[in-house]
């Protein structure tokens, strides 16, 4: 019994073979919905199990296994293929994932910056609840003193690191496909990176990768990312104010200065001293300028 098993994988294992390589990376459960679909075609003995059909990919066709766990992630992947990279790997985490941030900048060719990390994506699902949207100063004030909160959704893989972040939903908003990858736009990124400060040096860093790029960025797209976030925090503002940092000129920001109301904002958390800039109502780190500071 057990060689006429062999004997159908071994005449029908070329065929087996193209199948396995019409994608890049498999699942387990992706790699026995492809056993039911071979036993339909009668490419394999009808009473293999997923073990035998598994140790036949593994020792006759070099099926290769990719692997990441930490507390958070824990992600098994299979391949025929050689040419396999982090991005490829990570891609297949989540259905609906992308890359975002500064990972989103490198695949476009964009930036270089903090390739060691790799930030991957899935909107949260879309919640039906109202919430109560008023904000007052004294909101505002209390969390931006305190802590940055990180995810614990990190894993290391080789020389990097990946981060596994879950923004709200956005019906994934101006993210696009690049080289076969899902990906944050660059007006997307702009944004992704101002709201989550946190994970770069400071807000400079974040404005001095964008600087070299400055005409990728549409100023109205931007601003529809930051509708779709549909936040209660003033967001408007501080990107507008962060356009204007990197060289557009303050008359080409009139969508974002409409959105400026009486709320006071930061770009950065729990900072000592703070610069006050009164167009934008913005609380900026300046360069040993400490007039007009809120501490």
């Not at 394999?44 to 997923?50: E, R, V, Y």
């Not at 070099?62 to 930490?70: D, H, I, M, Q």
């Not at 790997?89 to 390739?115: C, D, H, P, W, Y």
């Not at 879950?166 to 709201?195: C, Q, W």
Request: aromatic letters at 16%; a positive charge; proline letters at 1%.
């Amino acid at each position: 019994m057990i060689k006429s098993k062999r004997d159908l994988f071994s005449k029908n294992m070329e065929t087996i073979k193209d199948f396995l390589q019409e994608k890049k990376l498999y699942s387990l459960k992706d790699l026995n919905l492809l056993l039911d679909h071979l036993k339909v075609k009668r490419l394999i003995a009808q009473n293999i199990s997923s073990r035998r059909f598994f140790d036949l990919l593994q020792n006759r066709l070099g099926l290769k296994t990719y692997s990441v766990s930490s507390e958070k992630i824990n992600k098994v992947r299979y391949t025929l293929y050689r040419d396999i990279n982090i991005y490829d790997f990570v891609s297949t985490f989540e259905k609906q994932g992308f890359f975002s941030m500064t990972t989103a900048l490198n695949i476009q060719r964009l930036s270089s910056q903090k390739e060691n990390f790799v930030f991957f994506s899935k909107e949260l699902s879309l919640k039906n609840d109202f919430e109560n949207n008023s904000l007052t100063q004294k909101d505002i004030d209390l969390a931006y003193r305190k802590e940055y909160r990180f995810t614990r959704s990190i894993a290391s893989y080789e020389d990097k690191h990946i981060i596994y972040l879950t923004p709200k939903n956005t019906d994934r908003f101006e993210v696009i496909e690049y080289d076969g990858y899902a990906v944050s736009s660059v007006h997307r990124a702009f944004v992704e990176m101002l709201m989550n400060v946190q994970y770069f040096k400071n807000f400079d860093t974040v404005i001095k990768i964008f600087e070299p790029f400055k005409d990728k960025l549409d100023p109205k797209r931007v601003f529809d990312v930051i509708h779709s976030f549909d936040t209660i925090y003033p967001y408007y503002q501080l990107v507008g104010f962060s356009l204007n940092r990197i060289g557009f000129d303050k008359k080409n920001l009139g969508l974002f200065k409409e959105r400026v109301g009486d709320l006071e904002f930061f770009t950065e958390k729990n900072k000592h001293e703070y610069v006050f800039d009164d167009y934008w109502n913005m609380y900026y780190i300046g360069k040993n300028d400490v007039q007009n500071t809120k501490a």
